[in-house]
């Protein structure tokens, strides 16, 4: 099939030259060609050593960012600027993370929601608490009725959105059937901000299922891009500007040793 043999030919056409050894190049056959061996060893070398950019690491879920979208690059930069210690100020959001953390982690695991969402309940309520003007409250900010449908106990003596073990349950619930109504971690975290009928109306209206490229409003339209801000800022905490807590920095380092092992 045409289709196939193309596609074979561009792989061949694109193989990575890491793959390739030096002395490849080296052959004698292209001894007539002036400059050639000298010129790919180079290149091969520069290849090698070429870093990644900070976009080309950025994920969340395992959902990279589109590389080479200048807009989508653009407001990354930004809203990760905004998460820097020079702008925040405060150490609130570490110790905050050491103390959740160990709780969220093995619940989200548990209900196979990926790791990267534990930093939803730093972005929802990490710098401010209370309730929102919308009657959003908690650790992962769930509406009453919305937080009742998970099992969480909302009246006026009790408030379980405020539980972090609870409300952690009810969100990696909520979490997994999104997953099913949208098969990708970017769109669930969009849901979750702004409700899941007004994503996939959106969805159906753009006729776009990449989040990154669809038009929202904009605390949705910025949502994905703060988690992944949090995200950098706790694993990587001294290089934007904070003295993350022992307990952070030890956890870190802790769930680093496990991953290797």
Not at 153 to 175: H, Q
Not at 202 to 213: A, L, M, P
Request: aromatic share 10%; proline share 5%.
């Amino acid at each position: 099939m045409p289709q196939v043999e193309d596609g074979l030919k561009k792989q061949e056409e694109t193989t990575s030259l890491d793959t390739i050894g030096i002395s490849d190049f080296l052959d004698p056959s292209y001894a007539g060609i002036t400059g050639f061996p000298v010129m790919i060893a180079k290149t091969a070398a520069k290849v090698r050593k070429a870093p990644l950019s900070t976009m080309a690491t950025l994920s969340f879920a395992d959902e990279t960012l589109p590389l080479g979208d200048a807009k989508v690059e653009r407001k990354m930069r930004k809203i990760l600027s905004s998460f820097s210690y020079s702008r925040l100020q405060t150490n609130r959001l570490h110790r905050k993370a050491a103390e959740w953390f160990p709780v969220v982690e093995p619940i989200l695991a548990s209900y196979g929601i990926p790791e990267d969402f534990k930093y939803v309940p730093l972005v929802e309520s990490g710098l401010r608490g209370g309730v929102s003007p919308k009657g959003a409250a908690g650790f992962w900010q769930f509406m009453p009725a919305t937080a009742r449908s998970y099992g969480l106990t909302v009246n006026s003596k009790v408030d379980e959105r405020k539980n972090l073990r609870k409300s952690t349950i009810a969100a990696a619930k909520y979490l997994r059937e999104l997953y099913d109504i949208f098969e990708s971690w970017t769109l669930v975290a969009a849901a979750y901000n702004v409700g899941d009928g007004h994503m996939r109306a959106q969805i159906d209206r753009q006729n776009q299922d990449n989040y990154f490229k669809m038009k929202l409003n904009r605390e949705t339209g910025g949502y994905v891009y703060k988690l992944i801000s949090m995200k950098e800022i706790m694993e990587d905490p001294v290089r934007y500007g904070y003295k993350a807590p022992r307990a952070l920095l030890a956890y870190n380092a802790a769930n680093e040793t496990n991953a290797y092992n």
